[in-house]
């Protein structure tokens, strides 16, 4: 299995001069410096991050990682930057979002979980900005995306890809407008019979950080190394 890290954007919600996946935890690892160490410790050795704002910081950081550029970040969403991260990529892929922190165990059971491909969720109550899920009768995921009603939880940002579905996912990223979250190719792919499954993190801890209120709960739940 190879790990995608999609961390082209400029993140300017936060409202830092540099980007958001080297926010720095109270104990010293940026976000993308535990993600890297995470997977590894998962046994994933080959990570690829796809960068754009100021990828230079990112790539002096953390230089023992492979890098893929997006040139047109400011104008492309999470669909185009993922297309770019997974060419020539032809294995199982976790792909997430540079801005997800989360618990070791999270990572542990999406690899363990049998299902071919995979959307991790977090069955909580959401609001506007998060990804959201409802599922039909077979448990399968039915509808993801942020305009969801009525969602069942949030997606937070890591999901696995099998093989023998990541050709076809790929032409599914090349029908995404620019402005589209690669969700958009999920649900492309759910409407050619392509199906996924949700895997809960249940108590384990796992979020997204896209404002600054999300980053102070990042640093009061993250507050050392942990596992």
């Given at each position: 299995?190879?790990?995608?890290?999609?961390?082209?954007g400029?993140?300017?919600?936060?409202?830092?001069?540099?980007?958001?996946?080297?926010?720095k935890l109270p104990y010293?690892?940026?976000?993308?410096?535990?993600?890297?160490r995470?997977?590894?410790?998962?046994g994933?050795?080959?990570i690829?991050?796809?960068?754009?704002?100021?990828?230079?910081?990112?790539?002096?950081?953390?230089?023992?990682?492979?890098y893929k550029?997006n040139p047109?970040y400011?104008?492309?969403?999470?669909?185009?930057?993922?297309?770019v991260?997974?060419?020539d990529?032809?294995?199982?892929?976790?792909?997430?979002?540079?801005?997800?922190?989360f618990?070791?165990?999270v990572?542990?059971?999406?690899?363990?979980?049998?299902?071919?491909n995979?959307?991790?969720?977090d069955?909580?109550k959401?609001?506007?900005?998060?990804?959201?899920?409802?599922?039909?009768?077979?448990?399968?995921i039915?509808e993801?995306s942020?305009?969801?009603?009525k969602?069942?939880?949030?997606?937070?940002?890591?999901n696995?890809?099998s093989?023998?579905?990541?050709?076809?996912f790929k032409?599914?990223?090349?029908?995404?407008?620019?402005?589209?979250?690669?969700?958009?190719?999920?649900e492309?792919?759910i409407?050619?019979?392509?199906e996924?499954?949700?895997?809960?993190?249940?108590?384990?801890?796992?979020?997204?950080?896209?404002?600054?209120?999300?980053?102070?709960?990042?640093?009061?739940?993250?507050?050392d190394k942990g596992?």
């Open positions: 299995m190879k790990a995608v890290i999609l961390a082209a400029i993140g300017s919600r936060l409202g830092n001069p540099y980007p958001k996946c080297l926010n010293g690892e940026t976000l993308m410096e535990r993600q890297i995470i997977l590894r410790e998962c994933i050795k080959e690829i991050a796809v960068v754009g704002f100021k990828k230079e910081l990112i790539m002096e950081h953390m230089p023992s990682i492979y550029y047109v400011y104008l492309t969403n999470t669909s185009k930057s993922l297309l991260g997974l060419e990529i032809y294995d199982d892929v976790i792909m997430l979002n540079g801005d997800v922190v618990d070791k165990a990572l542990e059971m999406a690899i363990s979980n049998e299902r071919d995979k959307i991790i969720v069955n909580k959401c609001g506007d900005e998060e990804v959201k899920y409802t599922t039909d009768e077979m448990g399968r039915k993801i942020k305009e969801v009603i969602g069942e939880g949030e997606a937070v940002g890591i696995i890809i093989k023998k579905h990541i050709e076809c032409e599914y990223l090349k029908l995404c407008e620019d402005n589209d979250y690669f969700e958009k190719a999920i492309l792919a409407e050619e019979g392509i996924f499954f949700p895997v809960n993190i249940g108590k384990n801890n796992c979020m997204e950080v896209d404002f600054y209120n999300d980053w102070e709960d990042a640093c009061n739940i993250f507050i596992v």
